[in-house]
Each structure stands twice: as C-alpha cells, then as structure tokens.
C-alpha cells in the first residue's frame, strides 16, 4: 500500500524559508514522479511543483518559479520542497501526491495523480 507522508509545514514570516517533506513508501520510490499541489480556504487544489523519476525534469506553477525548489533523495525515499520568499499568498495547505503510473501525461492535473498525503499546513504571516 503506497503511503506518501508531508511534513516541515507551520507558520512563518513573509520573505521567509520553509523545507517540506514527503516520505513515501509501498512501491519502489524511484520509479515514480511526485508532485506538490496546495489548497488554500475555500479554494481549489491547484499545482506547485513536480519532478519526474530521475529528477531531472522539473514542472513549477508560475507563481512559484525562482522562489521554490522541488528535489528528491531517492536513497531516503523522500521528496522536498524548498520554498524561499514566502508570501502571504502561498498559505494553504500542501499536499504531496504520486500517479499510478511512471509519469502523468500533465504534471499539473491533480486527477492524474493517485496517491496523496494528509497534506501539511503552510501559514505566512504579513
């Protein structure tokens, strides 16, 4: 059973740094991609981040480019999102997510992803 489990969210200041982590385990981690999606209050879950199997192709929602950096420690069975100057805006909550298969047909389409987290609050103070 695949299991995917975020962690590193909590509450920061605008212009700060947060590390989030996904552990995942049930399957061979470095098989798959992985990507990041967010869900802010009353809003829908939209893409951040995604990273293929060998990380060597990288997806950012405009938004977060230059700000943010998705990575992967296929020995940790574990992906990561450095997320640098944060903005009040980028409060939600984050969720990680894997698909069935290698890699989706678009990176950004959550219904192409079928393994989630419990998600991990960010929360950026003005």
């Known amino acids: 059973q695949v299991q995917l489990v975020e962690s590193g969210g909590g509450l920061v200041q605008a212009g700060g740094s947060l590390r989030l982590s996904c552990a995942a385990s049930g399957r061979t981690f470095s098989n798959y991609a992985f990507g990041w999606f967010r869900q802010a209050p009353g809003k829908e879950r939209t893409f951040v981040a995604a990273?293929?199997?060998?990380?060597?192709?990288?997806r950012y929602e405009e938004s977060v480019k230059g700000r943010f950096t998705i990575s992967r420690d296929n020995a940790k069975n574990t992906v990561y999102l450095h997320m640098n100057s944060l903005k009040p805006e980028d409060t939600a909550v984050y969720y990680c997510a894997s698909p069935e298969r290698v890699t989706p047909d678009d990176w950004s389409d959550y219904v192409q992803y079928d393994y989630w987290g419990q998600g991990t609050q960010v929360t950026v103070s003005s």
């Open positions: 990273i293929n199997w060998t990380g060597g192709q990288l």
